[in-house]
């Protein structure tokens, strides 16, 4: 099977930086588009950033400037570089792929990993 695994959660001050990273591992294909998106107590998930396997990107606009999404094809691993954190970037933050899987039906597959928080201090 597959597993996505985040790292690089924890708590910050405002105005600070954190990399989070996230590991695809299992019987993989290929990786299509990966992403972060996140969830904040009482909000629904919402898109942050995401990275095509050609490397075009999209932001959301409220971490335009700030966040800089990158991947590393080799490593089936994706990075989310973040500065000038702000108390409302509060929130688990979740790794997104849609991958095809080795052996299978060619089938692009949504995989999500299980999370990891960042805490923004004021």
């Known amino acids: 099977q597959v597993q996505l695994v985040e790292s690089g959660g924890g708590l910050v001050q405002a105005g600070g930086s954190l990399r989070l990273s996230c590991a695809a591992s299992?019987?993989?294909?290929?990786?299509?588009?990966m992403g972060w998106f996140r969830e904040a107590p009482g909000k629904q998930r919402e898109l942050v950033a995401a990275i095509a396997s050609g490397a075009s990107t999209d932001y959301a606009d409220s971490v335009k400037g700030r966040f800089t999404i990158s991947r590393d094809n080799a490593k089936n691993t994706v990075y989310l570089q973040m500065s000038s954190l702000k108390p409302e970037d509060t929130a688990v933050y979740y790794c997104?792929?849609?991958?095809?899987?080795?052996?299978?039906?060619?089938?692009?597959?949504?995989?999500w990993g299980k999370g990891t928080l960042v805490t923004v201090s004021s």
């Open positions: 299992g019987r993989i294909s290929s990786i299509n588009t």
């Open positions: 997104n792929a849609h991958l095809i899987m080795l052996g299978g039906s060619r089938i692009e597959l949504n995989y």
